[in-house]
């Protein structure tokens, strides 16, 4: 069901040879541009002629009555609100204790810089629809926003037929949950260019982040700069490093629970037992046909992105993870701590048989919105820092500017840019060093 890749005996770099999803973002810009723009001239006339033409519905305005909200969390089952507020608990939990506060550095006497952090004024949280509901998104989006301060917050969710137009009832009573009353029923690549550009009720936002399919990351693409993004997100995708001591059960279960998500979902098992991987295949073809989403699940783990990997030893499997920078990283060796402690790139550190992936979808208290297809080597998942920016403030009096005039007329006149080291001797003449 699953293909092998044999890397024992390699020496160099793996990333060509590791199973990836292809995705190309960039032929999906030119299909979403007609779309960023109709939004941008016509307003909440463009995505309601586009929720018909995408979701099937048609709708008379895309703001979601606040009594709908309420009436989401009244109709909510028990259990699935009890879930959802334990979720909050958590993630609210982690995410304060990400707060940064401002940083006075005395740099010479009378010259100081402070370091302020200043929360992005308004954000735009895309919670996807589709194949699955994911009033988890919800969560994951709104408390790092709101722990960093941020004061205005909207969510947009696809139209659902079957609700009338609204998006799904579970992740309105999220928001509900979460005290956000500003909901659109929009969807896709026009959601992003709702946020960017503002249309009807819905006001510019600063930033727009979350999850979505290759049309939301296009128009995010596309609209880099206009509005600031959180990632461009890929298909979704587990990485697991274990030895002959992880239990193949568990190895299947998770690979699958992935699979479970899309079509083009990754699962990849990296392991120096040959042992392990062919039990894992064993558990592989009993339990896929056994789960209720089988077809989407067997279509992603027989895809080119899905695989597993063997390798020389747990040494080897470290660089090959790493070079794989994988969303999800469980890690399930004889040691697992000492192991995930020497990974540099992942989205995200599953430690142990008893820390699934699952568990950090929903109530480990981290974030699940992270960097996917290799983005891991370079950033960072969805937190507080996402919402907040680092302004210096550079506060001198006139001796200190004084102290170092010399300095700076040195380094201006070695750039060419003389008027530089002008702003600076008209205050204070040509003195210091």
């Not at 048609?58 to 959802?84: H, Q």
């Not at 989205?347 to 480990?364: C, E, N, R, T």
């Amino acid at each position: 069901m699953i293909s092998r890749i044999d890397l024992r005996g390699t020496t160099g770099d793996p990333r060509d040879l590791l199973p990836r999803a292809e995705t190309d973002v960039e032929a999906a810009v030119a299909k979403v541009r007609p779309i960023v723009e109709d939004v941008r001239h016509r307003g909440t006339d463009a995505l309601i002629e586009l929720a018909e033409r995408f979701d099937g519905v048609r709708l008379t305005g895309v703001k979601v009555p606040e009594e709908e909200i309420a009436a989401a969390l009244r109709t909510l089952d028990p259990s699935v609100r009890a879930a959802l507020e334990e979720s909050i608990r958590r993630a609210r939990l982690v995410h304060r204790d990400q707060r940064r506060t401002d940083t006075t550095t005395r740099v010479a006497p009378g010259g100081t810089v402070t370091e302020r952090w200043v929360p992005v004024g308004r954000v735009g949280l895309y919670v996807p629809g589709g194949r699955a509901v994911y009033p988890s998104s919800v969560v994951m989006n709104t408390v790092p926003a709101q722990e960093a301060g941020v004061a205005s917050l909207a969510v947009a969710s696809p139209p659902q037929a079957e609700f009338g137009g609204l998006p799904h009832p579970t992740v309105l009573a999220a928001c509900a949950l979460l005290g956000v009353d500003e909901v659109y029923a929009v969807g896709g690549a026009q959601a992003v260019a709702m946020f960017a550009y503002g249309a009807g009720e819905c006001a510019r936002a600063d930033m727009v982040t979350g999850p979505g399919n290759i049309w939301v990351a296009a128009a995010k693409r596309l609209l880099k700069g206009t509005i600031g993004i959180d990632a461009e997100a890929g298909p979704t995708e587990i990485a697991v490093l274990a030895d002959d001591t992880a239990d193949p059960g568990y190895v299947a279960a998770d690979l699958i629970s992935q699979a479970e998500h899309d079509t083009v979902a990754a699962s990849v098992l990296v392991t120096p037992s040959t042992g392990l991987a062919d039990a894992v295949d064993a558990e592989l073809e009993r339990r896929v046909a056994a789960t209720k989403h089988s077809d989407r699940i067997t279509q992603a783990l027989t895809g080119p992105q899905s695989g597993t990997v063997l390798v020389d030893d747990i040494e080897h499997g470290l660089r090959v993870v790493d070079a794989y920078a994988a969303e999800h990283l469980e890690i399930m060796v004889r040691d697992p701590r000492a192991t995930a402690d020497r990974v540099r790139n992942a989205g995200a550190v599953f430690v142990g048989p008893h820390a699934p992936v699952s568990l950090g979808d929903y109530l480990a208290g981290s974030n699940h919105v992270l960097p996917t297809g290799g983005c891991a080597c370079h950033s960072s998942g969805l937190s507080v820092q996402t919402f907040l920016r680092g302004i210096h403030v550079v506060d001198y009096d006139r001796d200190a500017l004084a102290e170092v005039a010399g300095h700076v007329v040195a380094l201006a006149e070695a750039e060419d840019l003389p008027a530089h080291g002008e702003a600076v001797t008209a205050r204070v003449g040509r003195t210091g060093a």
